[in-house]
């Protein structure tokens, strides 16, 4: 592990976290020319690269490889609630009914 992560209270900046949570900003932006904004939603443009190396005639050949990938997420956050998964398992039984 690194040196500076073995810090007695988990931090590695050595600051208090309710220090550090406090002076943070509540939101932050992105400055680049691969994300917009808009009201609704934020969308970006990423190229993952990457090499794929082949083996042709006795010899390793690397070749350049790009993905392009668009991503797009909603600006808002939604509803969080309870999904109850399996609940008429709990209640009805195949052998008996527990109520």
């Known amino acids: 592990m690194a040196p500076h992560a073995n810090d007695a209270r ?22 680049s020319p691969n994300v917009q904004y808009s009201d609704d ?3 970006s443009k990423y190229a993952y690269r990457t090499t ?10 690397a070749s ?10 909603e600006r808002r956050v939604g509803k969080v609630g309870v999904m109850l998964v399996g609940w008429v398992s709990c209640i009805i039984d195949k052998d008996h009914l527990l109520l």
Not at 10 to 31: C, H, I, R, W
């Open 10 to 31: 988990g931090v590695a900046t050595g600051l208090d976290q309710k220090q550090v949570s406090a002076d943070l900003p509540e939101t932050f932006t992105v400055t």
């Open 41 to 43: 939603h934020i969308t």
């Open 52 to 61: 794929e190396v082949e083996v042709e005639g006795g010899q390793y050949v």
């Open 64 to 73: 350049p490889k790009e993905t392009l990938f668009d991503f797009k997420t």
